[in-house]
């Protein structure tokens, strides 16, 4: 029924037609005196490899491959910093290009409304709109 009875006992476990001790739950008392408790490294392989383990031993990886899984994260940093720093002074030259082009824009802006106030005093200077309309009356008469 899966009770803890007797201290330092093992849970049974069903191996073939037989039942055999779990080597990772045993009776503790002093962590829990109703049920087996995890016994920490009971999965430890018999040759051990450096690495990185689970609390009951089962390996998660091994050293050598959390090795070169953090060559190739420095890396794709390093790569990722030098696209942001190429990305970044694209960024400078396009709002430096924007500027100049900004500028140019107002300048010719301003330079065509003062041409085309010089036009328009030009053509009519010193005549009245109401003597322009006279003038053009009488003539196509």
Known sequence: DGACVASGAHAQVRSGRRYVDDPCHRCDPSVDDSAYSLVAGCELPSTFRAGCYTESGSEVISLAAMTAENETNHMTIASMQTSNAQLSSEVDALNTQNTVLQT?????????????AATSDAACSGI????AIIIIV????
């Not at 009245?128 to 003597?131: K, Q, T």
């Not at 009488?138 to 008469?141: K, L």
């Open 104 to 116: 140019k824009l107002d300048s010719a802006v301003s330079q065509a409304e003062q041409n085309s």
């Open 128 to 131: 009245s709109d109401d003597l």
């Open 138 to 141: 009488v003539v196509s008469v």
